[in-house]
């Protein structure tokens, strides 16, 4: 995996690491890693264009927007956390 760009920051990293346990909302997600919901739903953004993770539903909150239900692309596998931060193997 050879990534373009600039390493995973702890947001990011983190949010691969809750996704690898559950599929989850970006709500869910700022409200487990203790951030703002705009900040996790552009930090899910990202994630989505580098292709770390997708959205595998949506979740209808009555009289808002619907909800993306992320999850990560490829299972998690032990070491792996180290090339999915610096993108090396």
Known sequence: MNRVGRPLGVI???????????NMTAVELAE????????MKSTCRRL????????????????????FIYALIKPLQPNKMREIIWGTP
């Open 32 to 39: 487990r890693l203790q951030v703002s919901v705009q900040v």
């Open 12 to 22: 990011a990293s983190a949010v691969i690491e809750a996704l690898s346990q559950q």
């Open 48 to 67: 989505v264009v580098r292709k770390q993770i997708r959205v595998v539903g949506k979740r209808q909150m009555r009289a808002a927007k619907p909800l």
